[in-house]
């Protein structure tokens, strides 16, 4: 099975800071690997799919990078509403879909 | 507009059984593959099971495995989980989910979530 590690599992951060997340696959999943935002009490809504196409309606400073198996996800200048849980997942498996651990992204 | 909708959860005895339904609209739902995803309350999200458009392909994770069914009736929109012999490590909210049409396979709505407690 193909595991996903997600890293930091929390991060503080400012309003109009410039934050990464990384995640990395245990073996190659091309660009299957995909983003979502958590907010509490919410569904997942899905940010980022195919590594880096960002889903219809999600602000441009949200973006998704691939290197080998290493993925990051990038939010420039956070806003408030930003402030949640994020969570990457491959679906290089698909049906079967395994999720990274989840980064809580605070306010300092 | 896109919208799943989680009905069934609750309380229930370690050992017995519940279904959950999630009803689509807004799409041609046979069009799509569906999944449940769980999420211990306070933890990380979890894929449980998947089905494919037709109903003829289903796949679990090892630790539902012959507990839980999928299962969907395309002239309903409908998506279930049947849950049978539940236990404590069952307890979880349960989102539904549409697979996407495209390449990249990914979860593109999610429904809001159903809350099954197993306790005695």
């Known amino acids: 099975d193909i595991q996903m590690t997600q890293s930091p599992s929390s991060l503080s951060a400012s309003v109009g800071d410039r934050v990464t997340i990384s995640c990395r696959a245990s073996?190659?999943?091309?660009?299957?690997l995909n983003w979502y935002q958590q907010r509490p009490g919410k569904a997942p809504k899905l940010l980022i799919y195919?590594?880096?196409t960002l889903q219809t309606g999600v602000p441009s400073r949200f973006s998704g990078n691939a290197s080998g198996t290493e993925f990051t996800l990038t939010i420039n200048s956070l806003q408030a509403e930003d402030f949640a849980t994020y969570y990457c997942?491959?679906?290089?498996?698909?049906?079967?879909?395994?999720f990274g651990q989840g980064t809580k992204l605070e306010i300092k | 507009e896109v919208q799943l909708v989680e009905t069934g959860g609750g309380v229930m005895r370690p050992g017995g059984s519940v279904r959950l339904s999630c009803a689509a609209s807004?799409?041609?739902?046979?069009?799509?593959?569906m999944t449940w995803v769980r999420q211990v309350p306070g933890k990380g999200l979890e894929w449980v099971s998947g089905?494919?458009?037709?109903?003829?392909?289903?796949r679990y994770r090892d630790s539902v495995k012959g507990r839980f069914t999928i299962s969907r009736d395309n002239a309903k929109n409908s998506l279930y989980l049947q849950m049978n012999s539940l236990k404590d490590e069952d307890t979880a909210f349960y989102f539904c989910?549409?697979?996407?049409?495209?390449?990249?396979?990914?979860?593109?709505?999610w429904g809001q979530g159903n809350l099954v407690t197993v306790s005695s």
């Open positions: 989910a549409r697979v996407a049409a495209g390449s990249w396979r990914e979860l593109d709505y």
């Open positions: 807004g799409f041609i739902f046979e069009h799509y593959g």
């Open positions: 089905i494919n458009w037709n109903g003829d392909n289903r």
């Open positions: 073996q190659a999943i091309s660009k299957y």
């Open positions: 195919g590594a880096s």
């Open positions: 997942q491959e679906s290089y498996s698909s049906p079967l879909y395994t």
